[in-house]
């Protein structure tokens, strides 16, 4: 099939928190555009999108899944992130990689944390939204109350394009404000067939005053709107398209879309709006690359004859071989072609390339600047490295990634197992960069660690599955950091003959402790004259010696070293002494500034209903929490806290419990704070 124009390509992706409805509404896109034939549903685990078998099980998305359909003569790459905390990295990775998105708010619980969590990294992509508020057929659905939240949450600006006919159980449809119709969607179907019919007599005065409000937000981004608006003159349809698609490429409004994904109402609107509102590949902005040959930066437009650049967001292990997929930045790429990984500086050729329909996979010979594309023979590529050409070598940013929180040992169950475990482990971290994995050098156990409990147990559970690999597992454990409480400095002196050379390295280093939350800084002074090169070995060797704690064992942080003085003693002072000095200096001078641990605090929502509110806030005390404000909605409660991570391992059994199973919370990580005496004590660090 020829491939579409560049203005003609959507990459998009569907973000909320947990539960609002993205793999809901992906299914009905799929049905809806023709790549399926009949609907998924998450309550049935038969949907296309959750096709890992866990997903379908537990009835959550885990894994971003991404797919390709057609509307209107355009080609949708659409990706379904997953709303749980837990698995944040596949949100992260798709909106490095997407030009828009579309964030799901339910109707009834407005803007939980989570979608907090993911509109602020769509912010820092700078990522075109526009938004479905969901769940109309619910009870309790309230639309302003939605909108008001994502004015006073997410600092944002909403622009209703829809008005609902009915709510709650008696939802039948919308009214669309631009063209000042009426939408209904056949029930036969399953809301297969649109309608649009003229609007009725009685409902022209709430579109008026509704309309006003759109071509208000558009007349910001278009003056010729802008008179007709003051001089109370009507303007089309299209011309409000026109100037709304500007204001939310820019990021200024975030157009407003309503239905019940479940009911089958408003995904094809929601379509048109994609097409309408978010930007082509071509509209996105330019991304910035580097040379590493000459460090020259370039802007690179997507332009399918520029230089080849490609972003590998995500690797996957299919039946034991890695499936890379691609974001095409620039340039073309073409089955059989050798590339350079500028990240790891190596060389990989691509065997065959495919579109992806979510797990199912189109061969094509070709992909351009714009694609988002999977590749097989990329062998050493992992998530967020970058390729081009070897000729013409360039480096763009690649993904940031959230440290992991929580760790727990795993302990094979048979001798096969334990040969199994090492292979399973590497091809589960291409997966998944927020997966670390160490040895224990005292206990010689393998600690997997991860973002939380949910995030390891799932990864326990695919090392049974799908790698055959049993294992026992400990108990969750925090990763603390440690800091230190006193200033130090300290010159170190080191001199050795190493292999009939004498190695020799002096420095002076100074240890700073940092206000809470400030991390690692480390610094030279300006008047030190060393070659470059020792510059850079010097910052690397205390690095990691700053990585390895001083007592646990955990990374240090909010402190700052500074190297004060380094002496030269020409033709004995080596790289080796250098780093010796500097590694054995820094650990000397940590043992003696009071080091001390910190704990990762969580934030806290719980959704709970009223009657047990007394218990779960009696709890929530146990646990050092502190309580941070609460609302009531009718019979629940929502309470806002801080908790340490320490406290909440097994929370969601008690809280089940407390509340006769009606209660939810989710959490993230706040901030490092102070540990309490036991936990000090339990690592040897005096209170
Ligand atoms: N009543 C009602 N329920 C809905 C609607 N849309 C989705 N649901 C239900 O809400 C639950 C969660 O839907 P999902 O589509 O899995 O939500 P999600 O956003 O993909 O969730 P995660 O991927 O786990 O973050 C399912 O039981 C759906 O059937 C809706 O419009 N109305
Ligand atoms: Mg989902």
Redesign the pocket.
């Known amino acids: 099939m020829k491939p579409p124009a560049l203005k003609s390509i959507r990459n998009i992706g569907i973000i909320?928190h947990?539960?609002?409805?993205?793999?809901?509404v992906s299914e009905r896109i799929l049905f809806y555009t023709g790549e399926t034939h009949r609907i998924g549903?998450?309550?049935d685990g038969n949907t296309v999108m959750d096709w890992m078998a866990q997903e379908q099980e537990r009835?959550?998305?885990i894994t971003a899944t991404s797919t390709a359909c057609r509307w209107r003569d355009h080609w949708i790459n659409l990706i379904?992130t997953?709303?749980?905390i837990d698995f944040t990295i596949e949100v992260e990775r798709s909106l490095r990689v997407l030009d828009g998105a579309v964030a799901?708010f339910s109707a009834v619980e407005g803007v939980q944390p989570q979608s907090e969590s993911v509109w602020r990294q769509a912010g820092h992509y700078r990522v075109p939204r526009i938004c479905l508020i969901?769940?109309l057929?619910?009870i309790g659905a309230d639309i302003e109350n939605t909108l008001q939240q994502i004015r006073a949450r997410l600092s944002a600006r909403p622009v209703l394009l829809q008005l609902p006919l009915g709510v709650e159980h008696e939802f039948s449809g919308l009214i669309d404000l631009l063209e000042e119709e009426i939408i209904l969607f056949s029930e036969d179907d399953l809301g297969g067939t649109v309608e649009r019919h003229p609007l009725p007599e009685e409902e022209q005065e709430r579109v008026r005053a509704a309309r006003e409000r759109v071509v208000e937000a558009a007349a910001d981004f278009d003056d010729d709107i802008m008179t007709d608006f003051l001089e109370g003159n009507p303007v089309t349809a299209d011309r409000l398209r026109v100037a709304l698609r500007r204001g939310t490429i820019a990021c200024g409004i975030f157009p407003v879309f309503l239905g019940?994904?479940?009911?089958n109402k408003g995904v094809q609107p929601l379509l048109d709006g994609v097409i309408d509102f978010l930007p082509s590949p071509k509209e996105a902005p330019p991304i910035e690359a580097r040379d590493p040959r000459d460090g020259t930066l370039i802007e690179l437009p997507c332009d399918p004859e520029g230089p080849l650049c490609a972003l590998a967001f995500k690797v996957l292990s299919d039946e034991g071989r890695k499936l890379t997929y691609l974001r095409m930045y620039s340039g073309r790429l073409t089955a059989g072609e050798t590339l350079y990984n500028s990240t790891r500086e190596g060389e990989d050729r691509v065997a065959r390339l495919f579109l992806m329909h979510a797990h199912k996979r189109e061969r094509i010979e070709q992909s351009r600047a714009g694609d988002i594309v999977a590749a097989t023979g990329l062998k050493d590529v992992l998530t967020g490295d970058a390729l081009c050409r070897p000729d013409r070598p360039l480096r763009i940013a690649g993904l940031s990634c959230p440290e992991p929180m929580v760790s727990i040992a795993v302990e094979p169950r048979a001798l096969e197992d334990r040969e199994k475990l090492p292979g399973a482990l590497e091809k589960l971290q291409w997966e998944d960069p927020t997966l670390r994995v160490r040895e224990d050098a005292e206990t010689g156990q393998t600690i997997l660690t991860g973002m939380g409990e949910l995030h390891l147990e799932v990864v326990v559970e695919r090392l049974a599955r799908d790698f055959h690999t049993q294992v026992q597992t400990g108990r969750p454990q925090v990763v603390y950091r440690e800091a230190l409480t006193r200033p130090r400095e300290h010159h170190e002196v080191f001199e050795r003959e190493i292999e009939g050379r004498l190695h020799h390295g002096e420095l002076t280093l100074q240890l700073e402790p940092l206000t809470r939350n400030s991390g690692l800084k480390i610094e030279l002074a300006p008047a030190i004259d060393i070659p470059e090169e020792w510059h850079i070995l010097l910052e690397e060797s205390l690095r990691q010696a700053a990585q390895g704690g001083v007592r646990a064992g955990y990374p240090l942080t909010d402190l700052c070293i500074r190297v004060t003085e380094v002496q030269i003693k020409q033709g004995v002072t080596t790289e080796i002494g250098l780093r010796a000095a500097a590694q054995r200096g820094f650990s000397l001078a940590a043992r003696e500034a009071q080091p001390t641990l910190l704990e990762p605090v969580m934030a806290l929502e719980l959704t709970i209903p009223s009657e047990s509110t007394g218990r779960v806030m009696g709890s929530l005390q146990q646990k050092r929490g502190q309580v941070e404000g609460m609302t009531s909605r009718g019979e629940i409660d929502v309470i806002r806290a801080r908790v340490a991570l320490e406290e909440m391992f097994g929370y969601m059994t008690e809280l089940r419990g407390a509340t006769k199973g009606r209660g939810t919370y989710t959490m993230e990580f706040s901030h490092f704070d102070q540990a309490p005496p036991e936990t000090l004590k339990r690592f040897g660090f005096t209170a």
């Open positions: 909320s947990i539960d609002a409805g993205k793999t809901t549903e998450v309550h009835g959550i998305t379904d997953p709303g749980h799901i969901n769940k057929d619910r019940s994904a479940l009911r």
